[in-house]
Nanobody, 126 residues
């Protein structure tokens, strides 16, 4: 059964913005460490951003200063605000929940995450 569903992807011009959402079901994200990953065609999945149980965030160098991870516990939803997007941001974006129940912070290794959504495609044109 699907436990989280991503939405908000689409096509955007370089310099534009998108907000991705990840609605979780069957578990609470309130203290769950969560993350966003992406996978471009022909490349390995890479970590983009993570948020720990109490709001500590980690970003990859490639998106630092442009992307913001956040969550709305009342809506049980994780977000990724993407600003000033670039063509190299083109990828399938995945929401993931950590294998741990709680953690002050969580890194961007795929092995630290246990639950994955089906992804939402982001395409950035020049």
């Amino acid at each position: 059964q699907v436990q989280q569903v991503e939405s908000g992807g689409g096509s955007v011009q370089g310099g534009g913005s998108l907000r991705l959402s990840c609605a979780a079901s069957r578990y609470s994200i309130t203290y769950k460490p969560m993350g966003w990953f992406r996978q471009a065609q022909g490349r390995e999945r890479e970590g983009v951003a993570s948020i720990g149980s109490f709001g500590t965030t980690i970003y990859s160098d490639s998106v630092k200063g442009r992307f913001t991870i956040s969550k709305d516990n009342a809506k049980n939803t994780l977000y990724l605000q993407m600003n000033n997007v670039k063509p190299e941001d083109t990828a399938m974006y995945y929401c993931a929940a950590s294998a741990a129940s709680t953690a002050y912070s969580v890194g961007l290794r795929t092995s630290d995450f246990a639950l994955w959504g089906q992804g939402t495609q982001v395409t950035v044109s020049l």
